[in-house]
């Protein structure tokens, strides 16, 4: 039966996640160099056009029809054949049609995560076919074990919102992407050309995530406020704790660490936002906050150029917080979760952990080796001359400003 509650609101979760890919376009850009905004740009707005025609093909069907207990579902939602206005999912009370919808914004969203680590360096056309693989042979796969009532389902493994098949798939697919497209030949160390308009961003992914973590109960109960007040919480103590360890080190409060800060709390607390109490999204925000600081000044030590920390924010961030997750949820707080370490679930601990670590291995591995296979048919890595250039230029043919020094 048709709830309009339910509807309605998943209608509104779902515009929310869509919004977040201009606020990670946002986000990039304004942290980019001026010679590269567009380009960074666009890849975050052209998997809104190109995710979108492989989610209605077969990318819905893949992760949700069929394959219990599998890797992959099957092709009989093809197309969407079957789902009508009329077709209630499950026993939610909302179409079918909204949840095809909601999770298409995630499937949207987290490849474009990745292109932030490979900024300036990688042609457009290799991005292209990079971002329908990547979907098909590690996003689909992961959607379906965890979401789709696939193998780690039956397993007993949680992700709330996407720890584990949204950040961690996203953030090590962009560390392999990094190893092997080399570092930037030029601008390597660069200020962020609009710190505005990452800020704008910022705000919009802040804003957007309410929908990601809260929308993810799809339904509208005292779990789904848990969920959007825990990723509040999460963001803000994350967000000052960022800005506090930058002031204590370079004696300076830095927006830009603020910014970060806050993305870093989300992402951690993103896989158990409806699992664990208020004050654990509190200590979840602050311990996601020290890591992820941590794992970019790591980075930075080894010279491994991810050029907007998507592995040191997002993959960290998602591995942290799933870890976290195993070791505070609680059944006292959400009775359709499950017991973390604390609370006596060593083996859900474990599960937790076995498989945030193989899924990044995994993402890691296939998309280093995907990488090589595309750049058989087509260079990966842009020339010396079109990065000196800037790909806004050379790759598009357009630029971000009138003039640019």
């Not at 339910?6 to 606020?23: D, E, I, K, N, Y």
Request: charged share 10%; with cysteine; proline share 3%.
């Amino acid at each position: 039966m048709l709830n309009t509650g339910s509807t309605g609101f998943m209608l509104l979760a779902t515009s929310l996640v869509m919004l977040m890919t201009p606020g990670l376009a946002f986000f990039y850009g304004g942290l980019s160099c001026k010679r590269n905004i567009l380009g960074i740009m666009m890849q975050s707005f052209v998997s809104m056009g190109l995710t979108t025609i492989l989610w209605f093909f077969i990318g819905y069907s893949l992760c949700f029809s069929g394959g219990e207990g599998a890797i992959i579902g099957n092709l009989d939602k093809m197309f969407l054949h079957g789902i009508a206005p009329t077709t209630i999912f499950k026993d939610m009370g909302f179409p079918e049609i909204v949840f095809v919808a909601y999770q298409m914004m995630f499937a949207i969203i987290t490849p474009a995560l990745i292109t932030g680590a490979f900024a300036n360096r990688v042609t457009f056309k290799a991005y292209f076919i990079f971002l329908v693989l990547w979907q098909l042979f590690v996003y689909y796969p992961f959607v379906h074990m965890v979401w789709g009532g696939g193998l780690l389902a039956q397993m007993g493994v949680l992700d709330f919102a996407g720890g584990i098949v949204v950040h961690a798939t996203a953030g090590f697919a962009a560390l392999a992407s990094v190893f092997y497209v080399g570092s930037r030949k030029y601008n390597k160390i660069t200020k962020p050309n609009n710190i505005p308009l990452m800020a704008i961003g910022t705000a919009l992914l802040w804003f957007g995530w309410y929908g990601f973590n809260a929308g993810s109960e799809l339904n509208v109960d005292g779990i789904t406020s848990l969920a959007f007040l825990n990723s509040d919480i999460a963001a803000s103590f994350a967000a000052i704790t960022w800005m506090t360890i930058e002031w204590y080190k370079e004696r300076k409060p830095k927006f830009v660490g603020l910014m970060t800060g806050a993305v870093a709390g989300l992402a951690t607390i993103t896989p158990a936002a409806g699992l664990v109490s208020l004050p654990v999204a509190a200590l979840m925000g602050i311990l996601g906050s020290v890591v992820c600081y941590f794992a970019v000044h790591l980075k930075n030590k080894m010279e491994w150029d991810d050029a907007l920390d998507v592995w040191g924010v997002h993959g960290i961030g998602g591995v942290t917080g799933t870890i976290l997750l195993g070791i505070f949820a609680s059944t006292a707080i959400n009775p359709a979760g499950a017991d973390g370490l604390l609370n006596g679930g060593t083996a859900f601990f474990i599960k937790e952990v076995v498989v945030v670590a193989a899924t990044s291995v995994y993402a890691f591995v296939f998309t280093y080796i995907m990488l090589m296979l595309i750049n058989l048919v087509t260079p990966v890595r842009v020339t010396d001359e079109d990065q000196l250039i800037g790909l806004d230029i050379s790759m598009h043919g357009e630029c971000a400003y009138d003039t640019i020094h």
